[in-house]
């Protein structure tokens, strides 16, 4: 059984002898069990390579203490979740990934989204804006409005949140390098709508330092850029405490190909880092610590993916409460997005990829996630179609609402399985918190390509796991159709979009006040060199209509450019 701080010697005893007859009754049945399991190459192990014991019993946590590791929900070490009524009291905001094509193409899908139950909005941006480059930038061509929303100026910005009351819902940005431009440009169209800044409620990814590891979407080199970030986080600390400056990001990590474990450790180590940088400029871990927020993948393996949010939840309050010193509860409490992996969803029988989809999201709530996205089932092939992204929101509203798992917190607390796993991945990401200071900390261990090759050597491994069928995918390494027809709708993007931003953009250059955009310009490169607060420069130059690359390619000049260094 799990131990409680209040066992009486006799109870202690009792338990102990308990587990050790526990024990001996195992040992003979597995002797009867060992001839009885499946055979065959398929490898009996979480997707992450995590060995699985043929049976869990109480001797498998017997060394867990409920109330110190475990505990109530609401409440350190909040392994449970972080609110004392988690579900019955509010549900998860169900926040589906949008953006594509123009501006107003993705204005049009957030109401036609909010119309449908969404309960808040997430921008994905299109391959220039993620790179900190405008639309008529030559580097640009062919992917304006592809992958994401074209957003390169302020007007842009204004037209994509027409007739959308940004103090009455919480945005969702996913943009990195030039997170700092972006929230300026949503400040300013806020605050054109009449509203305060300390109204508005939402979160910026602004995850410089898992660019580094995973998703290869820089500018400027880390220590600078980390120099951005704590900018943001102190600006909104003081500016903006509803909003959410920095969303650490696990989800590109493990779309790289890391295990559940690296994405746990190199996202929480992440996390550690922006706090130190905090700290270093002076700021009270109290002051920002509870508006940083997590973004996690749910990945196929339903057990280790809701171990890894339990986990989480844990090693965070732990280090913030004890290394760092924070003491207002809410600087303990992970809160996190989750969203289904992507790179789960297959091209063959892509309706495969609903059912993958409701698993990885059930994951996700049943691990405790504060907001969630679902994949739609079409995303290997497109940017999805508005039937599939229905199916998608409509997956998690079934949950929410139809399947009884929202009537109580945790309902896998206390499985033998479940509490043995969670507690060995938190032992495992220590191991890896060890290794990252050994290195001297995550800057240094990005320059010398650790998590890189840590990355690239789990991918590997999978990837073999699946070639020898030791893993299997349905529809891609077991049964295969190998003439199928596809007959689900594919949204294509036109190349009119281009056309339409490049035009407007020349507009823009023409009508607006030029010398103001110099001036601005000017004390934001000012400000670059003489270590200012970046933010309010930012909105100046916002104001003034100056574009995302001309920002970025302002601070370039102080800053230079980051160039990785491969890693073989």
Excluded at 222 to 249: A, G
Excluded at 451 to 475: M, P, S
Excluded at 539 to 561: D, N, P
């Amino acid at each position: 059984m799990i131990h409680s701080a209040y066992d009486t010697n006799e109870g202690e005893r009792m338990n102990t002898n308990g587990v050790d007859e526990i024990r001996k009754r195992k040992a003979e049945w597995q002797k009867r069990a060992a001839t009885s399991s499946r055979q065959g190459q398929v490898k009996f192990t979480t997707v992450s390579g995590q060995p699985i014991e043929l049976l869990y019993t109480p001797d498998d946590i017997a060394h867990i203490d409920y109330l110190t590791e475990i505990g109530f929900p609401g409440e350190f070490p909040y392994t449970r979740g972080i609110h004392h009524n988690m579900y019955r009291g509010k549900l998860w905001t169900m926040r589906q990934f949008a953006g594509f094509g123009s501006p107003e193409d993705t204005n049009a899908r957030y109401h036609y989204l909010l119309e449908h139950g969404q309960t808040g909005l997430s921008v994905a941006f299109d391959l220039p804006a993620l790179m900190g480059r405008d639309a008529d930038d030559p580097l640009s061509e062919g992917e304006v409005g592809i992958c994401g929303v074209s957003v390169s100026s302020l007007a842009d910005m204004e037209l994509l949140f027409k007739g959308i009351s940004l103090k009455d819902i919480s945005t969702s940005m996913t943009i990195n390098a030039p997170a700092a431009m972006m929230l300026a440009f949503y400040i300013v169209v806020a605050e054109k709508q009449g509203a305060r800044r300390e109204e508005l409620r939402g979160t910026i990814q602004t995850d410089i330092l898992k660019e580094y590891i995973a998703q290869k979407e820089w500018i400027y080199p880390p220590k600078p850029s980390m120099r951005i970030v704590v900018d943001m986080i102190e600006f909104c600390s003081k500016e903006m405490p509803l909003w959410n400056p920095v969303s650490i990001s696990g989800y590109h990590i493990r779309e790289a190909g890391s295990t559940a474990v690296q994405e746990l450790a190199f996202t929480l180590a992440d996390g550690f880092a922006y706090v130190e940088e905090c700290l270093k400029r002076g700021m009270d871990v109290d002051s920002f610590a509870p508006r940083l927020s997590f973004f996690f993948n749910s990945h196929i393996d339903f057990f280790e993916e809701i171990c890894k949010f339990r986990a989480a939840r844990k090693i965070w309050a732990k280090r913030m409460r004890e290394k760092y010193g924070a003491k207002n509860p809410r600087s303990w409490t992970l809160r996190f997005h989750t969203q289904t992996a992507g790179c789960t969803l297959t091209a063959q029988q892509p309706e495969n990829n609903i059912i993958r989809t409701a698993f990885e999201a059930l994951a996700g709530v049943l691990g405790g996630t504060q907001s969630l996205h679902t994949n739609s089932m079409d995303e290997t092939l497109a940017l999805p179609s508005e039937k599939a992204v229905k199916i998608a929101l409509r997956t998690q509203q079934i949950i929410a609402h139809e399947i009884g798992v929202t009537n109580t917190i945790d309902p896998l607390g206390g499985s033998y399985f479940i509490e043995a796993l969670t507690d060995k991945m938190e032992k495992e990401a220590e191991a890896y918190f060890e290794k990252i200071d050994a290195l001297g900390g995550v800057i240094p261990a990005i320059e010398a390509g650790f998590f890189q090759r840590e990355i690239a050597e789990a991918a590997y491994r999978y990837q073999l796991e699946l070639d020898n069928k030791e893993k299997i995918i349905v529809g891609v390494n077991e049964v295969v159709e190998e003439e199928e027809k596809l007959d689900i709708p594919i949204l294509e993007i036109s190349p009119e979009v281009e056309i339409r931003q490049r035009k407007r953009l020349a507009e823009l250059r023409q009508s607006r006040n030029n010398a103001d955009v110099e001036r601005t310009l000017a004390t934001l490169k000012q400000a670059a060199a003489d270590g200012s607060n970046l933010m309010p420069y930012l909105i100046e130059c916002t104001k003034a209509y100056a574009t995302l690359g001309e920002m970025c390619q302002t601070l370039t000049e102080v800053f230079g450019v980051h160039e990785e260094v491969a890693v073989f």
